[in-house]
């Protein structure tokens, strides 16, 4: 705990000062960069963006194959339970199906009327069980790296532009108009796809790989996807393009599993106001139309 | 409560009796339906009924939200998911209730330029003015605690930001901070104080805001000629004209909240608050929510610790002042040829210190910081006072009716148009 407050107290007295460069030394490669250089991100169409957003049933579900098939590996999902996946606005497995998966897991529970805990097969109801128990054993595992859980991570990742005054002006008169709330997806498949050979004049640190969209460029995961690793049973092309944009929009989807009940809610809600507004406004013209 | 003469008149029996032991029907009949308003509002005047709505928003949505949520800092960020992903139209019911948070202050920084651009703080409304500010101040206590219950990252960073800046005041800061922690460290303890606190204040802003339209319905409203009312012609009763319209911008105002709670509920928000808070990491760029981000850019434009804490609250507080430092004759700006491009740089200066405060204190960001904090001090310890002595203000309409009616002939209700020139 004295450990926390000390460093807390030193944060504030860089805040003051220059917290960017002050933060990036006690953090590392991580925070490398910092404020400055952002990677560019590209933007991608995605089928769930804008105001007539929806999710591609079969994107999702040659999503979710790939997320079982290599990203389970590391990567708990554990906001998501199994039943999730046959509801609707998600991929929409059959019922049957979902059970079966679920029941391919083992699952912990208890403690039973002995005290002890016991495992049995999954059902529906529970959520995705996650490769490693806690942190800890996942960092011990992955040679100190920590792969999170992905329930999240289109949600907590964006494209970070970080821009000049005229441009953040010029995106926001864009974005907003046309709800783009993508960035993290932008980002996922940037990631994905973005393994390179480093610059010559870049020394990686040991067990690092490099990596064009990754804040800093040294990340410890390694290159995930390759060609023709996933056999997809509808024909798709087995590319790490493919790949990398199926499992970030089924990954989207995980984030937010609402969001078709929402877009679908919002026209509605949207083409009332307006109808509302109007009518609103005319009966206000007529009333003062006496007094002026 | 209000000085004109009450037409409440009630229909039935029992609101006769009623009214002999409790005329509290006909408090808010003079108060909502007969008051008179100036007949020339604009609709930068629909913002306080608009405000009132974001109120009622954020107690209804956020009481629900109680219900589902846990304040602990084990369980906090997971019934935060939970109401997004489990809760009947918990994703609707939490995006409202963020974003609305958002929404009130938009329409409070309207509502507050409004008065500083109309002359809506002086003589007799500095109380109704002094009062605005002390719910402006409420808010932004509110607003911050509310942003610390999701305990994500930025939850976490920011509280641990901005509560150590108490610890820049001599002698007692650590242990005023150690106090609002409730111990060494942000921790569970800290967000469940919040918590306590966030149910309460809205109700305090509640009380005050009472307060705020007593004194309002006492002094009567300002109007875009800041000319006093000064006869009935002058007037419409507030039900159905003043009331018509404030419905119209609510309507306008619905609409562009409603886009951001559908369309964009995370553009305004922070991509790092979906990341669980962890004491252990800290995020690459501590920004607090962008309503704030002006007060913050002055907060990091003073190099010192101390100073930066005493300008951010003096920038605040600084508006209380206004009524007095303000030496204008005449309350609108509309007439006042010089002040009115001051009153513009300001709301530039304003909205610059926002953009600079979302961005890291370093290189030409500081000197620009620097540079629009000190305009902004300037503008009421300077300019204010000495540009009220020296401009001559222009023609003015003598009365309200005549500023919408444009002379005497134009009178539908006759005789009283400007009394004064007879």
Not at chain 1, 152 to 162: D, P, Q, W
Request: charged letters at 15%; hydrophobic letters at 45%.
């Amino acid at each position: 705990m004295r450990g926390n407050f000390k460093s807390t107290s030193t944060l504030v007295a860089r805040t003051k000062g220059l917290m960017g460069g002050a933060l990036a030394l006690a953090l590392g490669a991580t925070a490398a960069f910092a404020a400055g250089e952002a990677a560019h991100i590209d933007r991608q169409s995605w089928s769930f963006a804008g105001v007539n957003g929806r999710f591609d049933r079969a994107q999702l579900q040659r999503g979710f194959q790939v997320y079982k098939e290599v990203c389970a590996t590391c990567h708990g999902l554990k906001r998501i339970n199994f039943r999730n996946l046959a509801e609707p606005g998600g991929p929409e497995f059959s019922a049957e199906g979902v059970k079966g998966l679920a029941e391919s897991y083992r699952v912990e529970d208890g403690p039973n009327d002995q005290g002890k805990m016991f495992q049995r097969a999954g059902r529906p109801s529970d959520p995705i069980p996650s490769p490693y128990k806690n942190e800890q054993e996942a960092r011990a595992v992955q040679n100190g790296a920590y792969p999170p859980d992905l329930s999240l991570i289109t949600k907590a990742r964006s494209a970070g532009e970080n821009a000049s005054v005229f441009a953040t002006i010029g995106s926001m008169l864009r974005d907003i108009p046309s709800g783009y709330q993508e960035g993290g997806a932008d980002y996922v498949y940037a990631l994905l796809t973005g393994y390179a050979n480093p610059p010559a004049d870049m020394k990686l640190a040991q067990g690092m790989n490099y990596n064009q969209a990754f804040p800093g460029h040294q990340i410890a995961m390694v290159p995930p996807l390759q060609p023709g690793q996933i056999k997809y049973e509808d024909g798709s092309q087995g590319t790490v393009e493919q790949y990398a944009k199926d499992v970030t929009a089924f990954l989207a989807w995980a984030g937010d599993p609402k969001l078709e009940e929402r877009k679908r809610m919002g026209v509605l809600v949207i083409l009332y106001l307006l109808i509302t507004a109007v009518l609103v406004y005319f009966a206000k013209r007529r009333l003062w139309a006496k007094v002026h | 409560m209000t000085q004109h003469e009450s037409t409440y008149r009630p229909t039935t029996r029992a609101g006769q009796w009623l009214d002999e032991r409790l005329p509290a029907a006909r408090l808010m009949h003079s108060s909502f339906v007969d008051y008179p308003t100036p007949r020339n509002l604009n609709y930068l005047w629909t913002f306080g009924g608009i405000l009132s709505f974001c109120l009622g928003v954020q107690i209804v949505t956020g009481i629900v939200l109680a219900m589902h949520y846990v304040p602990s800092d084990k369980m906090a960020f997971d019934s935060i998911e939970h109401i997004r992903r489990n809760v009947n139209f918990g994703w609707l019911i939490r995006n409202v209730h963020a974003v609305g948070a958002s929404m009130f202050f938009i329409a409070v920084y309207i509502h507050i330029a409004r008065g500083l651009y109309y002359g809506s703080y002086k003589a007799p409304r500095e109380v109704l003015w002094i009062l605005g500010v002390i719910i402006y101040l409420l808010m932004m206590a509110a607003g911050f605690m509310g942003y610390t219950l999701p305990w994500g990252q930025m939850s976490f960073w920011g509280v641990t930001v901005i509560t150590n800046l108490f610890s820049a005041i001599p002698f007692v800061g650590q242990s005023i901070v150690k106090w609002l922690w409730g111990g060494y460290a942000v921790s569970g303890v800290t967000l469940n104080r919040f918590f306590s606190l966030h149910y309460l204040l809205p109700f305090v802003i509640a009380g005050v805001v009472v307060l705020h339209i007593w004194a309002l319905h006492v002094v009567g409203q300002n109007n875009p000629t800041g000319i006093e009312i000064k006869t009935r012609a002058d007037t419409v009763p507030m039900t159905p004209y003043a009331t018509m319209k404030d419905f119209v911008g609510l309507s306008v105002f619905i609409l562009f909240f409603s886009w951001f709670v559908f369309f964009a509920p995370d553009y305004l928000g922070h991509a790092d608050n979906y990341i669980e808070a962890n004491p252990l990491s800290t995020p690459p760029h501590i920004v607090p929510e962008w309503y704030y981000l002006p007060f913050y850019a002055i907060l990091r434009a003073i190099p010192s610790k101390l100073g930066g804490v005493v300008a951010m609250f003096s920038a605040i507080l600084i508006l209380a002042f206004v009524p007095w430092l303000d030496t204008s004759r005449v309350k609108s700006t509309k007439y006042r040829p010089v002040y009115r491009y001051f009153f513009w740089f300001f709301i530039f200066s304003v909205l610059a210190l926002g953009y600079l405060g979302g961005k890291p204190p370093e290189g030409a960001y500081v000197y620009w910081a620097r540079f629009f904090t000190a305009y902004y001090f300037l503008h009421f310890l300077v300019v204010m006072p000495i540009v009220g002595v020296l401009e001559t203000p222009r023609p003015m309409p003598r009365s309200i009716s005549e500023a919408v009616l444009g002379g005497a002939g134009g009178t539908p209700h006759g005789a009283t148009a400007a009394p004064e020139r007879r």
